[in-house]
């Protein structure tokens, strides 16, 4: 195996141990969130922390969070050099340009940082750092049976199907997140392995807290006519620009602390305290906005709020998710989507059933679509959201309705976010994945590994190398064909001399990289992408 590769047998047997691992560890980590609520908070039940927080006296709800930043910040200084948790994005990088490999001292580090914001009043959500640690799982494996790009990507997305199902007790929706989400495509070869993963990943979770449903709803929800309809296309509309509103206050908090913390030099291990504090004082008289936020999310679905408290918490919501990530500390988005979702679903459909009461169904439906909404147009990922919207719920009779309402607000966030949040995070890091391989495969190629060095019988001519160099156009061997490639559009060269650069000395010649030779390797590595994706 470790010589030629896992046979299919192999593989599935290889993605049946990797999602028993990952489920366990989503397992593990959700209970280690829970226990530390109860070590922080002193509550019995960390499924209804923010009831139990109303009653505790405002110096432990504001000291908490404070505690928790500080130490998340010290982790982070420690073990991640950016101080920037990883997440879902790193995953989907992974995938794309590194093999299906993530980074380990980083995803340690990160993980501890995410545990502690959960569990210490931060306000984001478990499903990214849940998936960061499922990939540093395949990592291992991949590191082990010297997987290939393709093997790697496909235990990659064995191990997410797995993480996801496992925190949510839904396994069509995990095999397809990953698919959808991480890898980006759907090819034949690769479903059986990740639906096998995200089985076992369900089957770990069921032993661990019952086969039960993540939110359980009492009453039925049912339209009451079709001429509703029109109310979830509109309902989701008004969801997109409500995740572009959470995705957007995410970045700009991100900008705000970076500017402050650049401008007066504060250490960046202060920065999550900072946010900590921050949130603590929201939480005083804003105890809902502590940790995943299930208990809310379920109110909401069952019409627990008037309408200016589901305006209000929205608004708190989405400030405290905006502080807690842009405050560097840890967690995802996805369990903060469907809250947020959910309480402006609830809030239109007070607004939509009372205005027509006599073609309204149930006020409640409103909120379960409005979750999918929100939830899918933050991902990017109408299909497997809408799916999780069902198997959270327990409620099939309400698809109609979720999918319109998730295809409306998908399709106007996409017009104003780069495709999704998590796509969006790599392209402020100069990461072009939202485009395509096309956009993103010349990155990977290091110039040095596709040069013609000088001792090559077709090696370009030394003289003329030099003259080229003398001239000031060159490339570092280590820089990517993604650098190369304007040099050639700019001169039309048939080669670039490439070169060695060391401080304060001349560049050192290696060889020339031709451009045939450039573009044979970007459209070798496009075929073969082509291939795993259609195979």
């Not at 478990?126 to 235990?155: F, K, N, Q, Y």
């Not at 090819?187 to 990943?201: L, M, T």
Request: aromatic share 8%; hydrophobic share 55%; net charge neutral.
């Amino acid at each position: 195996m470790r010589l030629r590769g896992p046979g299919q047998i192999q593989f599935w047997f290889i993605a049946l141990v990797l999602g028993i691992a990952s489920g366990g560890a989503a397992v593990l980590f959700r209970m280690g969130i829970d226990l530390v609520s109860r070590i922080a908070y002193g509550t019995t039940d960390p499924n209804r922390l923010h009831s139990f927080v109303t009653g505790l006296h405002w110096s432990q709800v504001l000291i908490v969070p404070i505690i928790g930043g500080l130490i998340v910040g010290l982790i982070l200084n420690r073990f991640v050099p950016d101080n920037r948790v990883r997440s879902v994005a790193d995953v989907i990088e992974g995938a794309a340009l590194r093999e299906g490999r993530v980074s380990f001292r980083e995803g340690l580090g990160s993980a501890g940082a995410s545990l502690l914001t959960l569990g210490m009043g931060g306000s984001s959500g478990r499903e990214g750092p849940v998936v960061h640690i499922a990939a540093m799982i395949s990592t291992w494996i991949c590191v082990r049976i010297r997987a290939d790009g393709v093997t790697g990507r496909d235990l990659l997305g064995c191990a997410v199907a797995a993480a996801v199902s496992a925190s949510f007790n839904a396994p069509i929706a995990g095999a397809l997140f990953a698919l959808e989400v991480v890898l980006r495509h759907f090819a034949v070869h690769a479903f059986a392995p990740i639906v096998i993963a995200s089985v076992a990943g369900t089957v770990v979770n069921r032993l661990a807290f019952g086969d039960v449903s993540e939110f359980v709803i009492d009453r039925e929800n049912a339209l009451g006519f079709y001429v509703e309809l029109p109310a979830f296309l509109l309902l989701g509309l008004l969801c997109g620009l409500v995740a572009v509103v959470l995705m957007r206050s995410i970045f700009w908090a991100d900008n705000i602390g970076s500017r402050i913390q650049y401008r007066y030099r504060i250490p960046a291990y202060i920065r999550p305290a900072a946010a900590g504090a921050l949130l603590g004082l929201i939480a005083i008289w804003f105890p809902h906005i502590i940790g995943v936020g299930y208990e809310t999310t379920v109110a909401a679905l069952t019409g627990g709020f008037l309408l200016h408290e589901a305006l209000v918490f929205v608004a708190i919501k989405v400030a405290a998710v905006a502080i807690t990530i842009g405050g560097r500390m840890g967690g995802g988005v996805f369990s903060p989507s469907l809250m947020v979702g959910a309480l402006t679903g609830l809030a239109f459909g007070i607004v939509a059933t009372g205005i027509f009461p006599s073609v309204s169904g149930e006020g409640t439906l409103y909120a379960l679509a409005g979750m999918g909404a929100v939830a899918a147009a933050v991902m990017g990922a109408p299909i497997s959201t809408t799916l999780i919207v069902f198997e959270l719920t327990g409620d099939w009779q309400t698809g109609l309705a979720v999918m319109v309402a998730v295809s409306m607000s998908t399709a106007l966030a996409s017009r104003l976010v780069e495709h999704s949040y998590f796509l969006h995070q790599l392209e402020r890091r100069g990461v072009h994945l939202a485009a395509g391989p096309q956009a993103y495969l010349l990155g990977t190629f290091v110039v040095g590994n596709v040069m013609r060095p000088m001792s090559d019988p077709r090696a370009a001519a030394e003289k003329a190398c030099r003259e080229m160099i003398a001239a000031g156009t060159y490339i570092d061997a280590r820089a990517t064909l993604e650098q190369a490639m304007p040099i050639f559009d700019r001169g039309a060269y048939a080669f670039v001399p490439v070169v060695i650069t060391q401080k304060g000395e001349e560049p050192t010649l290696q060889g020339a990289l031709f451009q045939v030779d450039a573009l044979r390797a970007f459209n070798r590595a496009l075929a073969d992408r082509a291939e795993e994706e259609h195979s």
